[in-house]
């Protein structure tokens, strides 16, 4: 999660700095302007450059350092802490990935592995922008690789020592990095245009690709550790039976996934072959590569199938696992045996899920660039074929995520009611309002505006207070009232931690109505909070709404009404296109607002509603500070819930893509 | 520097019309009169929506018990007094309940917001003048690295900082103890206390010092202030600093007072941080005090609603004498 970050960073930023970065550093735009200044001021005016360096860097000093120590620090020294074990509450000690298993189950060996993915293509992404500039200025790139795969491993290596304070390899690591520096030197006096930058872009690569290996190669031998206890009990116990023999130690399995995974990476090359030759020209060639390609994706299909059956047949010797074959082996409990036997098992069979979900998105788009009726049918057919076997598969998550912290689920489930509740509201309302002041009022339109905006502006704690007493327990309270005057009984609303379906289904059918758990809906006392985080966000976006309003031209409503265009489609298809941008922008506030909301849920937490309110922002909080927790614990899911909110990021980038109207 | 009037105010250049000004221009013809009254209707009651719980807090905060823990909506009892107990920390608290004095925090506040925001302003004006305006070896660099903090959210940092809050209290008091000791004075758990940053302004201060949003602002409009007042001043023998205190910021009045506002606000209205790391009635704002008091106040609503009216007005006040700033500055950044 912190990787990707970076990476979305750093890309961007090696663009951005790469325009004027050789001139800032090698002081040429200075040296250039100077020359055409008068010769007597050359002097002067080095000594003046070299001042007001030292000024800049002075002037930047403190927000740098404060920057550093309580902004980037803590991430790394975050994620180094979630890594941890603890002795009581604080942390102690190296322990990989057991805290977010702890959270999430066997899950987190899967999200090790995806990032380990997302790693590498960013590698490669590095690696292409590094060609392009090689393509465009005739320098050669290679070099480069030499002095940043020297540099990388140390620099990791220096990170372990900085945070495990294990001092005694802090002397290799500084020769290494000044060995990679000597190299660094020796290579610029032989290219002097544009090296840094290839050389940034080599280190990071190499970075990357480093990082991506060691995560593989940990997750790995961690879940092989992990794993070894319970498939010993299963050799011996299963060592009778030749019927599942060739399973173990899942050899099998291990040679169909790399096959298949070496099977895919050719179906790329041969693909990618296949285009670049010019088929009019040299037509025996391209249907060579044509049928090569058919015939390896043929091959990985079968291979599929092969890797389906080996993991099923796994699965089945699981099944035989039972407590009387184990018992005179081991005193571990079974249930302990299998599920750890399980992890193994459930990472394969979700990561095959996903893959052929992949490929039958890949198989979706090519169906559109078929010639014939036939082949875009088979194409389609595959694809959904693809999609229905990938979701079988994808279907074990649950099943993996099962062992993890059952609590962080709960407040992960009320986090995404609350955001599904509060954000489409939020928005809606505020819309409505904006378009009715934009469009219907003449005078007052500054007066409703403030209003609108004053809940936004009122300081949460005490506006969140007022709530908390309006939503009191007592039937005088004010939301009691307004319920009785509907003939409603009073409600505990920030303490009765049923859903609220549960409690109108009580409400209408009487004290024993009980509804099945998945209709309950979200508890009493989010259902409070969701009420709050309208009333105060639907006139912020109202007003931010109305902003978005007035970038409208006026001549757009003219036309549409000479074209004859209702009240209703000139809203839906000139008024809200030319708004998106601004919809764009208040629902990616608003999700990940909600996500990450706190204060006022903080303060309308009741004690006894035994955390019915209990967001995932929340719940990290309480464990930190109720202080019997592990602070690595904390760590860990404030890392998930980090990671949560940046895929939400990214997916809405995705979808706004295309649909978002910029001018 | 006199020439300086003769400029065009940067700060103020050429407005862009305002969205409802243009909009009264459009006329739409056969408008129906039933429409616009039901229009009318609508944003009145959701404007009473959201007027409705302010006017409640301010009728509960003048009633005593009894009445605030009634259905009734105004106050027949009415009890200003009940400020001045809240304030003091003198209410009649019955058995269970309990008093907390919130003068104390609400002084606590300010205090704090004097040091945040004096602080924090000073740091950004130096840190965006000099990204923008100066040349130093590794500035885009560095800025590169300001921006990186932007998509960290703050849920990540807690334990982190927490963590490195307590190791530098710790080796603040140490290092003061060790001295005081090779000084050959007495050594007493309060003679060092005063350095200590848990539980102290220190915490609660430094990890804010450096807003990146601010410094992001500020410079996006330190760029495009001429290059002809740089000049000029320097030719008048001004420096960098003497011409970001003189010209810079006199210049740049609206982003600074944005920044200054936004500050405020989130030192205002900060919990999770001072909850972390206040653990005595010293330095704990009045945010806390107030969350602390709801949990733990039971039934003394008329005593909560004072609270709230009075870690309210500040910032009212603040939003109806600034409102330009505060909608623009805040409603486009959607920060808070």
């Known amino acids: 999660m912190l990787p990707l970050a970076s990476i979305i960073i750093s890309v961007g930023f090696l663009r951005d700095f790469s325009s004027n970065r050789m001139a800032t550093l090698a002081g040429e735009v200075g040296q250039t302007r100077q020359s055409r200044e008068p010769r007597q001021t050359a002097h002067s005016g080095i ?122 390899y802090l002397i290799p690591c500084l020769i290494g990095i000044g060995v990679a520096i000597f190299f660094y030197i020796a290579l610029r006096a032989r290219h002097p245009v544009d090296n840094l930058a290839l050389s940034l872009n080599s280190f990071g690569m190499a970075l990357y690709l480093l990082m991506a290996t060691f995560l593989v190669l940990f997750t790995f031998s961690e879940m092989a550790s992990y794993m070894q206890p319970a498939l010993d009990v299963v050799t011996t116990a299963m060592a009778g039976d030749r019927r599942y023999g060739y399973i173990f130690p899942l050899d099998d399995q291990f040679i169909a996934f790399g096959g298949l995974i070496a099977g895919l990476a050719a179906v790329f090359a041969i693909h990618t072959t296949y285009r670049k030759v010019p088929r009019d020209i040299e037509p025996g060639k391209a249907s060579f590569f044509g049928a090569l390609r058919w015939l390896v994706l043929f091959a990985v299909i079968m291979l599929g199938a092969y890797l389906i059956g080996a993991v099923d047949a796994f699965r089945a010797t699981l099944s035989e696992l039972t407590p009387e074959a184990i018992q005179p082996l081991t005193r571990t409990r079974i249930e302990t045996v299998v599920a750890q036997a399980n992890v193994w098992h459930e990472v394969f069979t979700i990561s095959l899920g996903i893959l052929l979900i992949v490929i039958a998105y890949w198989f979706w788009v090519n169906a559109k660039e078929r010639e014939t009726n036939i082949g875009t049918a088979t194409f389609l057919l595959a694809s959904i074929l693809l999609v229905i076997g990938g979701w079988l598969f994808v279907g074990e998550l649950p099943r993996a995520a099962a062992a993890g912290d059952e609590e962080l689920y709960r407040s992960l489930l009320r986090t995404v009611a609350y955001a599904a509740v509060c954000v489409p509201a939020e928005l809606g309302l505020g819309l409505l309002l904006a378009y009715l002041l934009f469009h219907e009022v003449k005078w007052g339109k500054g007066f409703f505006r403030t209003v609108f905006f004053l809940p936004y502006v009122a300081p949460t704690v005490a506006t969140a207070a007022v709530f908390a007493m309006m939503f009191t327990l007592r039937p005088t309270g004010v939301a009691n009232q307004i319920l009785d005057t509907f003939g409603i009984p009073a409600q505990q609303w920030l303490r009765n931690p049923d859903g609220i379906f549960q409690v109108v289904a009580e409400i209408i059918g009487g004290r024993n109505t009980v509804l099945p758990p998945f209709l309950v809906g979200p508890p009493l006392p989010l259902v409070s909070a969701m009420i709050y985080s309208i009333w105060v966000f639907s006139g912020y976006n109202a007003v931010i709404f109305l902003a978005g309003l007035g970038s409208v031209p006026r001549d757009m409503y003219e036309a549409a009404q000479v ?40 303060v309308l937490r009741d004690e006894g509603s035994r955390g019915a309110m209990d967001t995932t922002m929340v719940y990290i909080y309480e464990t930190l500070r109720e202080g019997a927790t592990p602070q690595a614990y904390t760590a860990a899911i404030s890392f998930l819930l980090f990671g949560i909110i940046l895929l939400m990021t990214v997916i809405q980038n995705r979808i706004s893509r295309d649909r978002v109207f910029y001018g | 520097m006199a020439e300086i009037t003769g400029v065009p105010n940067v700060a103020t250049a050429a407005p862009r019309p305002r969205a409802e000004e243009r909009a009264e221009t459009v006329e739409r013809p056969r408008r129906n009169h039933v429409f616009r009254i039901i229009t009318y209707l609508v944003l009145s009651a959701a404007a009473l929506i959201y007027i409705a719980p302010f006017v409640w807090m301010l009728s509960r905060s003048v009633m005593n018990q009894a009445e605030a823990n009634s259905a009734i909506f105004l106050p027949t009892d009415f009890r200003l007094q009940n400020y001045a107990e809240v304030w003091s920390g003198t209410q009649s608290a019955s058995s269970g309940d309990v008093r907390r004095a919130f003068g104390t925090y609400l002084w606590n506040t300010v205090r704090l917001e004097v040091i945040t925001v004096t602080l924090q302003t000073l740091v950004s004006l130096f840190a965006a003048y000099a990204f923008a305006r100066m040349k130093f070896p590794g500035r885009d660099m560095l800025f590169g690295l300001f921006l990186m903090t932007i998509f960290v959210p703050s849920v990540i940092l807690l334990v982190p900082n927490l ?34 940053w848990l539980d102290n302004w220190p915490a609660l201060v430094f990890p804010f ?70 653990s005595s009635d010293a330095w704990r704002p009045i945010a806390v005090a107030l969350q602390q008091y709801r949990t733990e106040g039971g039934q003394q609503t008329q005593y909560i609603m004072a609270a709230s009216v009075i870690a309210l007005l500040p910032i009212l006040a603040l939003y109806f004498i600034t409102q330009k700033q505060f909608t623009e500055g805040i409603a486009t950044t959607g920060l808070k």
């Open chain 1, 47 to 168: 000594t003046a450059k070299r001042g007001e360096a030292i000024l800049g860097l002075l002037f930047v000093a403190p927000a740098t350092i404060v920057t550093i120590v309580f902004g980037l620090y803590p991430v790394l020294l975050g994620f180094f802490i979630s890594m941890q074990g603890n002795k009581g509450v604080l942390p102690d000690g190296f322990v990989g990935l057991d805290q977010f298993v702890r959270a999430i189950g066997s899950l987190a060996y899967l999200i090790a592995l995806a990032v380990a993915l997302i790693l590498v293509s960013a590698g490669y992404a590095l690696f292409r922008a590094a060609m392009r500039r090689v393509d465009h200025r005739l320098n050669d790139f290679a070099p480069y690789l030499i002095p940043a795969f020297i540099a990388a491993p140390f620099s990791m290596l220096l990170a372990v020592v900085m945070f495990t304070g294990s001092f005694e």
């Open chain 1, 563 to 602: 074209d004859g265009a209702g009240h209703w489609s000139t809203f839906r298809h000139i008024v809200f296109p030319i708004i998106s941008p601004t919809t764009y922008f208040l629902t990616v506030l608003a999700v990940i607002g909600t996500f990450k909301a706190f204060n006022h849920i903080y």
């Open chain 2, 163 to 196: 963590v490195t809050v307590t190791r530098l209290s710790q080796a603040s008091v140490g290092a003061c103890e060790s001295i005081l000791t090779g000084l050959g004075v007495q050594v007493t758990p309060q003679s060092c206390s005063g350095l200590k």
């Open chain 2, 209 to 278: 010092l450096a807003s990146t949003f601010s410094i992001f602002l500020l410079r996006q409009f330190f760029k495009q202030i001429p290059e002809d007042l740089w000049d000029a001043a320097r030719i008048d023998g001004a420096g960098h600093t003497r011409f970001l205190f003189q010209v810079v910021v006199p210049i740049s009045r609206a982003p600074v007072l944005t920044t200054v506002l936004l500050s405020f606000i989130g030192v205002w209205s900060a919990l999770e941080w001072p909850i972390l790391v206040t």
